[in-house]
């Protein structure tokens, strides 16, 4: 029989993981755009820097759309809800 003392989920985790996703992301974009300032710019590598920025920009969207949307079941209770079953 579970007592009183449940412990509750905590925002830390997804929270570090969006971080940490996000780091990533802009890391790696940031480098192809400082590989590309020190080597000059390229018609055929601007394209592609385009092509990478917009995946990026779309990861980093998505992973914060996500991070919203955890950190809202977490305040409604949903996880605990779901563990009655």
């Not at 579970?2 to 993981?17: D, F, I, N």
């Not at 820097?49 to 995946?55: E, T």
């Not at 919203?68 to 809800?81: A, N, S, T, Y």
């Amino acid at each position: 029989m579970r007592g009183s003392t449940e412990k509750q989920p905590g925002h830390l985790a997804p929270v570090l993981a969006a971080l940490g996703t996000v780091a990533v992301t802009v890391l790696f974009v940031g480098s192809l755009v400082w590989v590309m300032a020190q080597e000059g710019p390229v018609p055929a590598a601007v394209g592609m820097m385009i092509v990478y920025a917009a995946a990026g920009a779309a990861v980093i969207a998505g992973v914060i759309a996500a991070l919203v949307q955890r950190l809202r079941e977490i305040k409604k209770g949903e996880e605990r809800d779901a563990a009655k079953y």
